[in-house]
């Protein structure tokens, strides 16, 4: 690894914690609405190894993606993985046989779905576990302290070294700080829905990573005349730039859009290091506003 690029640069979330901005979200190398396998397997593990092939350390996933699957690519691809490599995952759902997405919170749930990550994912520790809580895409107003304190036992017992929490509300995040040091926030984000700004600077002041997940919009990428105007202007791929604009946003901003395709990755990490003008940032702060 060493010598290569570092795409965005690098956050430290954490002591040994250090991955670079630009980082990959692997849910879109399951199958079609991330349940079974995908199509093409080997274009799959192409994508992994052509992420650490890029430089990027940063690799977001979840046992719940597939289920099972997106993880034993990832261990195919990638295992011995790289001593630079941070694999990130997620706990707090399951799939039924409907391919829906029920709570897992219990601690007995979360303890199997931690062993699930490392079985899958090769692993005798987990680098940073999130407990996904809230609805489909927005926080709900229930208390996560025994599903945090759950974790936080797995993490004694040397099984996880970091904790995170996902689709959470500022009280939630501070409800978690007071029982375990918490390294990132991951939250629904991205140039179009805004609703976490305050949240972010906040973490930002305090120097804690905050994760966009559907930075590109998620299932539907964004759409955006204004978004179009700005990247043809620079003469970049829309997705790019939303990118760009992201890692821009604030210096703790961690980038993991998914993709399952090579040209979309090189595309998402050659916009990632676009340098947006302050009247191109402008322009883009308008689509939310
Ligand atoms: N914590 C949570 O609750 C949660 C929820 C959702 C996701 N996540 C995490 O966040 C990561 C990112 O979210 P996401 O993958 O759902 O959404 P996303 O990154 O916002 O967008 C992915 C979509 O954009 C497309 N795409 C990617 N690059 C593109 C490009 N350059 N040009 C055009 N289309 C492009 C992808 O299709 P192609 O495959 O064709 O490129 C895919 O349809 C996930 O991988 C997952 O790790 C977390």
């Known amino acids: 690894m060493t010598g290569r690029a570092e795409p965005g640069g690098t956050f430290t979330m954490a002591e040994g ?9 692997a849910m879109q190398l399951a199958g079609p609405h991330v349940f079974g396998p995908p199509a093409d397997r080997d274009a799959a593990v192409a994508v992994l190894r052509e992420v650490v092939e890029l430089g990027i350390t940063h690799i977001d996933t979840s046992d719940f993606y597939g289920p099972h699957i997106t993880n034993q690519i990832i261990e195919e691809a990638l295992h011995p993985y790289p001593d630079t490599l ?28 931690v062993h699930d990550n490392l079985i899958h994912l090769g692993l005798d520790a987990l680098d ?3 407990l996904r809580v809230g609805g489909i895409d927005s926080p709900t107003p229930e208390s996560i302290a025994e599903p945090f304190g759950a974790l936080v036992e797995l993490q004694r017992e040397g099984l996880v070294r970091h904790l995170g929490v996902s689709n959470v509300s500022a009280a939630q995040v501070a409800e978690a700080q007071a029982i375990a040091p918490v390294v990132c926030v991951q939250n629904f984000y991205n140039l179009a829905h ?27 990428p964004l759409q955006s ?9 620079i003469g970049a791929p829309p997705m790019g ?16 859009p998914g993709t399952s395709s090579l040209a979309h990755l090189h595309d998402n990490v050659a ?19």
Not at 207 to 219: N, S, T
Not at 225 to 233: C, E, G, H
């Open 241 to 256: 730039v939303a990118l760009a604009w992201l890692l821009q946003r604030s210096p703790n901003v961690l980038l993991i």
């Open 17 to 25: 914690l250090t991955v670079t901005r630009v980082g990959y979200g």
């Open 271 to 289: 916009g990632a290091s676009l340098d947006l003008t302050a009247s191109d940032l402008a322009e883009l702060d308008a689509i939310a506003a």
């Open 128 to 130: 940073v576990v999130n």
């Open 86 to 113: 941070h694999i990130v995952t997620k706990v707090g759902a399951y799939r039924d046989v409907h391919g829906g997405w029920p709570h897992a919170r219990t601690p007995e749930q979360l303890r199997q779905a």
């Open 225 to 233: 005349d204004a978004l179009d105007a700005v990247a043809d202007r």
């Open 194 to 220: 805004r609703v976490d700004d305050d949240l972010l600077d906040s973490l930002a002041g305090q120097g804690i990573a905050f994760v966009p997940y559907f930075p590109l919009g998620g299932f539907s």
